[in-house]
């Protein structure tokens, strides 16, 4: 059957695309294949993607020849400074003056959408590979947007989910005060009151706290089991520090939402032993993924984290369906991305769905105690593999506006 708008998505896509104006169309056919990669470089998240995220895109590129459509695929990147006016500011020259064809990455729910919406009438794509708010594939979805990596859903259906099923019901969230802090913590408590639990109390934090303490003794005197917290990179590090300075890691257990194996690094051992998080990549699951985060560590000096392999992955679908749809046309691209399963050091059998979510499975990996590493970045042991259909939100209840 022939691929359209309405075979593809519905006919809520087919209305919308065809209300569109169209802009610089014409650039489409012609010229390299040119890839953004808008990121943190200088702020609280660049330990989670920063140069080391770049190397899993360049990988992917040159795993993919260095070219598609017997073009050279070019690559660009620019620092956010996790600010919404600077994220939104770069992407609309990108698409506008630089004819960037998709950009990746993107550390920042509120940038995700503000490049969503100029990627739309400009029918450029988003692979959404570092952002995590659910809304992303829910209420804000949009036609050539991919969410690749993890979202709120996924990590409240696994971190959550592994807690409340260990008997952890009483718990008090440390959640940043972002569009992805919120939906994280919403998503989590629906998993716990599901599962009979209650939370104790919960706090906002502005990115970039430097002194946790009140906030850490406000949640140790609630009397919570759990202390989950929903802030990432050198924030985490802080966070999980300081909870070891007072004592709080004695009393609770800490459940991270977007920890990474910089942060555990950061944090050590013996500080952040018994933490426990979500993955949606491990370096040392498998042969597959040691063999990748071998060559990884020898470009960036680190192993591979969840957003790294989900951009390689992201990036290396994307170049594939370009050169099999022989366009770069977005409708044609995104719906050949759609079409083909996503099996590679990533996800095996994993799909795009037509919300734009990328589905795959999610791993709950707990902080090893220093007598149980045995090398430098022998971190974290698994503790329970979530099948994708348990990861990832059901369609019908996202409320995507795609879907109508």
């Known amino acids: 059957m022939p691929v359209n708008r309405r075979t593809v998505l519905g006919t809520g896509f087919a209305t919308l695309v065809s209300q569109l104006p169209v ?49 050279p695929v ?18 609309r020259r990108w698409f506008d003056v630089e004819d960037v064809d998709a950009v990746v990455d993107i550390p920042h ?29 829910g209420t804000k979805c949009s036609p050539y947007v991919a969410h690749w990596t993890y979202d709120t859903y996924g990590i409240a259906n696994s971190t959550a989910w592994a807690l409340v099923k260990s008997g952890a019901l009483k718990w008090f969230f440390i ?24 939370v104790a ?31 990432a990179g050198a924030d985490a590090v802080n966070l999980v520090k300081q909870a070891s300075e007072f004592g709080v890691s004695n009393s609770m257990r800490l459940a991270g939402s977007f920890t990474m194996p910089d942060d555990v690094r950061g944090m050590g051992l013996r500080t952040a ?3 426990v998080y979500s993955a949606a990549f491990e370096w040392d699951l498998n042969d597959e993924t040691r063999a990748f985060s071998r060559r990884f560590l020898a470009r960036a000096g680190k192993v591979p ?29 995104m719906s050949t991305m759609r079409a083909a399963p996503i099996n590679d050091v990533f996800a095996h059998n994993g799909r795009l769905r037509a919300d734009g979510k990328m589905e795959h499975g999610m791993y709950v990996m707990q902080v090893k105690r220093p007598s149980e590493s045995t090398s430098e970045w022998d971190i974290a042991k698994l503790v329970a593999e979530i099948p994708a259909n348990v990861a990832t939100r059901p369609l019908s209840d996202g409320n995507c506006p795609l879907l109508r």
Do not use: W
Not at 29 to 35: L, M, P, R, Y
Not at 39 to 57: F, I, M, Q, R
Not at 76 to 89: E, M, P, R, S, T
Not at 175 to 198: F, H, N, S, Y
């Open 23 to 71: 802009v610089r169309r014409a650039t489409a056919a012609t010229g390299a294949v040119k890839i953004g990669v808008l990121g943190d470089y200088s702020s609280a998240y660049a330990s989670v993607g920063g140069t080391a995220l770049l190397e899993g895109v360049k990988m992917a590129i040159e795993d993919a020849g260095g070219q598609a459509l017997g073009r």
């Open 74 to 91: 070019e690559l660009i990147h620019a620092d956010c400074q996790l600010k919404v006016d600077i994220g939104a500011n770069i992407a």
């Open 109 to 137: 729910s509120g940038i995700t959408f503000a490049v969503a919406d100029l990627a739309l009438p400009r029918r450029k794509i988003v692979l959404a590979t570092s952002a995590v708010s659910s809304d992303i594939t």
């Open 175 to 198: 959640t940043m005060d972002t569009v992805a802090g919120t939906a994280i913590e919403r998503d989590a408590t629906a998993v716990l009151t599901a599962g009979g639990g209650k």
């Open 201 to 231: 109390g919960s706090v906002r934090v502005p990115v970039n706290t430097a002194d946790f303490s009140s906030f850490l003794l406000h949640a140790q005197a609630s009397g919570a089991d759990v202390l989950f917290f929903s802030v």
């Open 273 to 275: 032993q018994g933490l």
């Open 305 to 333: 984290n969840m957003n790294m392999a989900g951009s390689y992955s992201a990036v290396g679908h994307y170049l594939k369906a370009v050169q099999k749809a022989g366009s770069k046309d977005a409708e044609l691209v």
